[in-house]
């Protein structure tokens, strides 16, 4: 099974939530009713209409309203300003030269509403010469404010969990311990250079998750016998966690990921797709022996001006977890799910390659595709 495809972020039919759906008030569109307070019988006569010439709709829509300032701005505000206007202006150059667009002169108007009118222009001059405006940035790099050509990683709407109760099982199996081996060394790359978060760390997502469980057990009652079950499981999934992870802190699983891997003799289908996994995770180990999958994570100070700022975490969707089977995990499955549907995006490996005049290379995303392949994969050879 295919845990990756199987388990999808916000998919999940049991733990989908109704969402509200906002209603916008018609501001505008409302006639005033002439009231009438000194007789209260009912008149059989109709309120009088009060309306507006027909004419003034038209004159309003030919009007052009600029954004009213409020605040007085300081003597830092103005300096940040003009930084901030001078830098656009250079990167308002720089990509219409690039990509053969004349720009509107926006120059005249003040500050900020020129930089708003630019971005209105070039927006509908980037369709123009079939470009995708979405595939654009005004980032900051280096306190300069600039535009670049935005790359992403799709990464799809999966969940991309390593179960490490299989691997336990498998390491006090007799016959399956030289595989429990091999796929120690791999999770110990993912652990050590690929920082993929711990579920048994107080600072990833999943802690928090199965915190909250384990409170909910908590209270629950003691004569249920769900309850007694999710008891049990959740104090396998302490304690194999904890032994699970000594193992993989102990960077000498890294020292023999090597040796393991020439010494490993294939004699089942099992044996060849372990294997084949290990293989691919220490050559993505040695092609890049110090790259984290968070390195291309976008950041708030890379994208000051991205206004949903509650988008799915990398953290939250890669991770280590105690079990993928189990009443402990469906029900931290539904959590997820419900808590997922409440987001707006997912954030995923993005590039921003600044547009400077000079030629726009392609982003890279070798890694990113190697590794997230990998986890598929290592899923399906812990859970056969």
Known sequence: MNYATQ??????????????????????????????????ERNKKRPTEIRTDSNASNGFLKCCFLPKQEETPTVQD??????TERDFYQSLSNFTRQYSIEPMQTKDFGFPY????AMWDLEKKVEQVNEDWNSFKLIRNNREILFAKMERYYTGTSLYYVPIVPLFQMLHDKQCK?????????????????????????????????????????QGDEAEEDMQEFRREFKISKT????????????????????????????TEFDHDCHKVASNAFSLYTEYPETSIFRNRPTPEQDPYNDDNKAIGMDMYISFVADTKGCLYDNIEESINAEFNEYGSIEEPTVYTPINGTELIKANFDFENRFFTLMEDLYKVLTP
């Open 114 to 117: 020129n930089i708003a009118l």
């Open 78 to 83: 103005c300096k940040e300003g003009l930084r």
């Open 178 to 218: 030289k595989n429990a081996q091999l796929l120690l060394s791999v999770c110990s790359y993912l652990y050590h250079i690929a920082d993929v978060p711990y579920y048994r760390q107080q600072n990833s997502y999943l802690y928090w998750i199965y915190e909250m469980h384990e409170d909910w057990i908590e």
């Open 7 to 40: 388990h999808h972020i916000g998919k999940n039919q049991s733990s989908r939530r109704k969402r509200t759906t906002k209603t916008a008030l018609a501001v505008g569109r409302l006639r005033k009713v002439a009231s009438k307070t000194q007789n209260s």
């Open 240 to 267: 194999i966690g904890d032994k699970i992870e000594k193992k993989l802190f102990n960077r000498k699983n890294l020292e023999l990921f090597e040796q393991r891997l020439n010494r490993f003799e294939s004699h």
